[in-house]
């Protein structure tokens, strides 16, 4: 019984994991700008799509991680450079609507540019599974908590530590007062972009050898931790976490425990529910505006 | 005055439009996509009133739209229902299912709103791919022609004529809650909801009121779009025909009804001219939705109509 | 000349706010603006700091062009703002924004500002780890006002410092502006207490619906009977 | 002279674009080697191909478009089930004949008077599958389907034909096409008392996913796959863990590997070799259906002698021992696809390849 | 007769006490001002007897009866209006439409006429738009009668507000530092506006930093500091207590 729980749990944490990933990328341009960009999962299937390409075509993994890295983070500045920096006076719905369209032309080139098939990596250290009190685990998914963690961390570490971090921060809240002390904010919203272009594609090389990846596995993606981040609380590197593993756990153990076809329902039902008591998720800003 | 002159004016302008159009339609399936165009229209005017008036965000509207399509089809189908009967009462039960769903969420914001909605409609969608005894599951329902007082409305041309009717009847119903102290409220609580309650505008009871509404506009336009089809599928309560929905009011032109209308037509009508660009038509459409957003942040309509306005000097 | 403005003009839309504003401020000056709702006091300021767009005429700092320079950069050579209406970054801790105020500051100076800051506003010490947006309107102007101050700036622009404070605080920040004068730094100031302002300034500047209209010293213009009726309340 | 249009809405993108993205490339493929031919009647073919995106209601209008705009003398298409429902009404009321390359019963069953389809129906697949289990001795066995369309009636299928047969089924999970681990729900079957199989219905990723998460659980009993996989791309994501894995395939799949009497040999041994030089990838199951669309399509249009649509839907009606990559096929008013059941071969998958077990 | 009632009142916000075990009441058709440090819990009494906060303790009556735990919008309809000290304007309207909203109580907000625009209704509403342009006359925004509120510079707003305030025809008128941002002789203006709302028979409660406005038209001014009552009474008791001059006044005032 107890190892049959056990496996649920690491069944949820896999998938959690690769939901916090993505959450977190997200929550980096939301420090930034107060934008929620749907093209986000696009970072993670350009960093999986290349660093596979790559792989497959002989090249050694760190390298085409690497090139993928770099692949992902012009992307990313492009993006920010020629379709949000010139909207940056319209309204959060009409930039939405950017990074959809953003999403869609990526999509469509990632199509253009490989193909419609599945690519798929090799994992990083083997593929024998790790056995815990009768369930297993693969160690695939402990890179990817790994590299959630280590990704949490030093984002805690920029956001509360660096100055840097903090006119991130700074910007997102009130642009105009950003500009007045100093801050450059094209070049803040450039570098967000970068960064959570740079950790998409960490997270699409990592998470390729268990979900595999193509030219459309951006949308499950970036849905996903579109809801990790909200569920976290929006702009928290810690929520996004929290709450991509909240998504990822509630799945395995609905499927587990009442019905895998609605597990999925069941994840979103938990989300409203939260949100209904806790209305900025659970780690996000309380309202600090007054009358 | 010039309000209601501006009003009149575009109701006017829009009837002759939907009036000679049919001279340019060569075919049944012109028809079809004008058909598709005004239903869309009709869905997106609802929901400009939600975000374009009163600065909601839904992400979950196509769930609406959805389960309007198939309350039709199951009422008819599986219960004999009229069609009339079961349009209204699957639009009853659409604003029921809003007014209930809509208290404790509209009290969230932004972001928080979008994800709540996207939740529902995701749901919406889930429940009917998986209840495949009542709904077919993703393989879809079939239901019959709409018929209204004993006459039979079939074919493209028929539709045509029933949706172009229907859509006016939604923009002038839209014009005049804008137009009105209520309409005014709304606006106001996407202003400040501090400020318009201490206006005395309950502001959770307004925004739970337009909820209901352009649910209910969709839950219109499911339905008929559903019997124009005779066939429907769970894709049309996805997360994506949500998507799609809100693209259109922001494209058009948000806070504009006219607008939402424009945006409707172009983003129904776009991925029909670009059908023959192939595996270049996702590039084409995302290239196409940045641009206008980049260029005409405010929208198709509101800025044609400033420049307009500009050239004729008048401010 | 530490700022020369030559034909300065800037407009919302089509609408013109400033039409041809001609000011000089010397270094070390303390220069007082005035005029009514709506004459473009505040526009003038943010033209100063690179957030308006300038649609005519030149800004000089120094000596140089800085008409077309972004705002970040005019921070870096020297011009700070305390802005209408406060500002503050409201999510974030007290201490947060005024570490922000010294974004382009490095060294150990800027801990020794942040203690001045401190003492000037003892409620801002006691309410440093709160979030900015829960001080009371007051506050987040003492708050606005530390924060420009953080960037030791040569030129220091303020839009209605004085406004939504108590009786004791409005003294409180004049004796600031006339001690930070002493200091060397200049200081343009936007003040609808024009009595207050013009009495500790150099000189002054009216403005009206986008002009200058008179420019003296600041008790000449005290005197102007002009000036008490319109601005003064006398 | 006038050419001869064919018509087609395929889901090259979307969730099933596995299916129709060789669909496409199979359809221009033979059009073009026809039109070389000489075409028919001494005609020309011209083929116009719209992207549904897997989505009902755009196949819906883009049949409207073929029927009504660019007038198609026949309709080839609907990659799923649902896409194929969706359009069928606008061609019944054009009266267009349409051949589908989808799977599901409730497009020919009721049988309608201008719709046809090619492809197996899942049932048969499924009953390949329950035959096999049953011949092994199996019982009791697990269901693990994909909650999308074809995993769907699939299971639907598979549930009733078990049922037939006497086999229980003691667990039945879903997943979803994108679900990034599915070892909750095989923890699930893992843990059903008396399971003696697993039978996953899917197509595209899941199933490799499905596959690995199986093995990585330790689980030994036997696992079945649907046809949803019998491409090559399945057992490179499996990798090692699709060892041992049996599935139905058409002959198609396993071309080289059939005996020299079987009458479908030499067709399907000719349409694998042709695919794959053209494309340099791996032929699957589903990029046959379209050549056999288009066989039957053209041979109606021969025999009929025109492209009026009646006499085309007349000729399609009859058409009798065809042998295409599918199996056998020979229609008549009450039937519209035609194929004999023993379309279906069991494989199973040894040393990265597909071994024919019957 | 005390219009407003306040008994006992106690905010606190995480451990800070903003109010304080607070008691006084406003009577009836009186200009009643609250003055105070920075940070004394001014703006949050306002928000405490207008229902955007609800207490920690204590109660507020209003008109006799307690209306604790009412919502803001349900206190405008018993007749209290208010301006704000961080604005609340609708940026997204007019500077017309925006009085008009303060209007919205007496106007006909019945779904049905709304979406069937009946005659009726555009005639009260017409009606409604004249009062309106009336009231921003009264304020001195004749100006910018047809201006967007986004248009409008900051001391504009201010008076906007006081506009929209008085378009709900309130009988209890709470202003938050209506003269922020106004230069003296603006202010005396507003100190005319003031008294001629007050001699209409409405009363109000006024939070002010200008001295001059506040002593010039006050009847009653209640002085808080650290959100308890540091002293009450007539202009000139008030400006005589050595508490209030040490801790808000200085020697001057
Ligand atoms: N965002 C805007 N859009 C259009 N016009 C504007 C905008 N902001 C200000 N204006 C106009 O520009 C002019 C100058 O405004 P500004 O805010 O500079 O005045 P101000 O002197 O600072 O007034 P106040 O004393 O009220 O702060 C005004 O007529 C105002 O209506
Ligand atoms: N939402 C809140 N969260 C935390 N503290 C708050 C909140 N609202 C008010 N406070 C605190 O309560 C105290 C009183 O604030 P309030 O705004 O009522 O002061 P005020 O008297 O209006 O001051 P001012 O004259 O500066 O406007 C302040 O110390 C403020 O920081
Ligand atoms: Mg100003
Ligand atoms: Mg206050």
Redesign the interface.
Known sequence: MFAEFLQYLFSGLTSGAIYALAGLGFAIIYNASNVINFAQGEFIMIGGMTTATLAAAGTPLWLAVALALVVAMLVGMALERLAIEPARDADVVTIVIITIGASIFLRGAAQVIWDKEFHSLPAFSGEVPISLGGATLMPQSLWVIGVSALAIALLWWFFNRTLFGKAMLATSHNRLAAQLVGIGVKRVLLASFALSALLGAVAGAVVTPITFTSYESGIMLGLKGFSAAVLGGLGSGLGAVVGGLIVGLVEALASGYLSSAYKDAIAFIIILFVLFFMPSGLFGRRGTDRV | MTLFRARTGGLLLLAAIIALVPLGLGNGYFYDVAVNAMLAAIVCIGLNLLIGYGGQISLGHAGFFALGAYGSAILTGRFELAPLAALTLSAAAVGLAAFVLGRPILRLKGHYLAMATLGIGIIIHIVLKTESGLTGGPDGLALGDFTVLGLTVSGERDWYWVAGGVLLLSVWLSLNLIDSPLGRALRAVHGSEAGAEAAGIDSSGTKVLVFVISAMFASVAGSLFAHKNGFITPDIGSFFHSVELVTMVVLGGMASTFGALVGAVILTLLPQMLASFEQYEAMILGAIMMGTMIFLPKGLLPTLIGLIRRGRGTR | MLLELSGLSSHYGRIPALKGIDIEIAEGELVALVGGNGAGKTTLLRCLSGVQPVSGGTIRFDGADITAMPPDQRVGLGIGQSPEGRQVFGPMSVEDNLRLGAYRRHGPDVAHDLERMYDLFPILRQKRREAAGTLSGGQQQMLAIARALMSAPRLLLLDEPSMGLAPLLVAEIFAIVQSLKAAGTTIFLVEQNAYAALKIADRGYVLETGSVVLADRGDRLLADERVREAYLGL | ADPIRIGSFLSVTGPASFLGEPEKKTLELYVERANRDGGVLGRPIELIIYDDGGAGEKAATFAKRLADSDKVDVLIGGTTTGTTMAAVPMAERAKVPLISLAAGIPIIDPVKSWVFKVPHTDRMAAEKVILDMKKRGIAKIALISEDAGFGKSGHDQTVAVARENGIEIVADEVYSAKDPDVTAQLTKIKNSPGVQAVFNFGAGQGPAIVTRNFRQLGMTVPLYQSHGVASKDYIRLAGEAAEGVRLPAAGLVVAAQLAATDPQKPVVTAFKSEYEKTFKSEVSTFAGHPYDALQIVLAAINRAGSTDKAKVRDEIEKTSGYVGTAGMVSMSPTDHMGLSPSAFHMVEVRKGDWVLLD | MSLLRIENLSKE?GGVHAIEDLSFSVDSGTIHSII?????G??TLF?LM?G?YAPSAGRVLFQGKPVTGC???EL??LGM??T???L??????TAL??V???H??H?????I?????LPS?RRR?RA?RDVCAGLMEFVGLSRYLDAD?A??????LKRLEIA??L??RPRLLLLD?PA?????????EIDEVIKRIAASGVTVVLVE?D??MVMGISDHILALDYGRKLAEGTPAEVRANPEVIA????VQ?
């Open positions: 916000f105070g440090p920075n940070g004394a001014k703006t928000n207008t955007v919502k803001p919008f405008a309809a209006s208010r704000f000290q961080n609340q304007i609708f940026f997204n309207m439409e925006n008009m909203v303060g919205h109580l106007l006909d907000r019945r779904l006429p709304s979406l069937l625009t209704l509403d409604a509120a248009q409008m510079p900051y001391g504009a929209r305030a378009a709900a530092e922020a941002g106004l230069n003296a002789t603006e202010s005396r930093h001295m001059k801790a808000y006044l200085g005032a």
